[in-house]
């Protein structure tokens, strides 16, 4: 498996954590995880593979700052690099914007050509909508630690198990 960056926004912390839960289940493969908001254009681009995690904030907006970082991802060829999505959200309170930010980061890689990696079923979630939904099925690892704290360790395992298969190059 390649080396892995990981780069998550949070405003609360909870993507943090699960960052954090994350690199720990990947193990020696991961060289660092970092806050977006620390990060530069050079941190992104010479990542092997990344891991990139998202809340959604303000009905289906990006973490104030993945949106600050989005433009620079403009700089960044992601050709055929590996690239994961993890999202945060909340299925109940925002049910018909359930993690809309990881489609739109999921948009922008695709259009960077990323070769995103870690696609999720949608099965085992409560929500009415979301953008994050690619035929049919997450474009990443869904999270809901507002209200589905206890199924996020398990959910983190099994998705690890998956793309480290997916993420070798
Ligand atoms: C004001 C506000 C707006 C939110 N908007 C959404 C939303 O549109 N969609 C969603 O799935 N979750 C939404 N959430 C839930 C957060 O994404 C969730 O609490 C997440 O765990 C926060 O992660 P963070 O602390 O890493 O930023 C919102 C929460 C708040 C307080």
């Known amino acids: 498996m390649a080396n892995v960056r990981i780069f998550y926004g949070s405003t609360t912390g909870n993507t943090g954590e699960v960052a954090a839960l994350i690199a720990e ?18 941190d992104v681009s010479g990542a092997e593979a990344l891991i990139l995690g998202v809340s959604t904030w303000d009905d289906g907006q990006l973490q104030q700052d993945w949106e600050n970082f989005l433009p620079k991802l403009d700089e960044i060829d992601l050709q055929g690099k590996p690239v994961a999505l993890f999202g945060l959200g909340n299925s109940y309170g925002f049910s018909e914007q359930f993690c809309d930010a990881m489609g739109i980061l999921y948009r922008k890689i695709v259009q960077r050509c990323g070769r995103v990696v870690g696609f999720w079923p949608n099965e085992g979630y409560s929500f009415k909508a979301s953008d994050a939904l690619v035929n049919g099925h997450f474009c990443g690892l869904a999270l809901d630690q507002d209200n589905d704290r206890a199924k996020t360790p398990d959910r983190v395992r099994r998705w690890v198990d998956q793309i480290r298969g997916d993420m070798a190059v």
């Open 25 to 42: 289940s990947l193990g020696d493969t991961v060289e660092y995880v970092r806050d977006i908001s620390c990060a530069s254009v050079e």
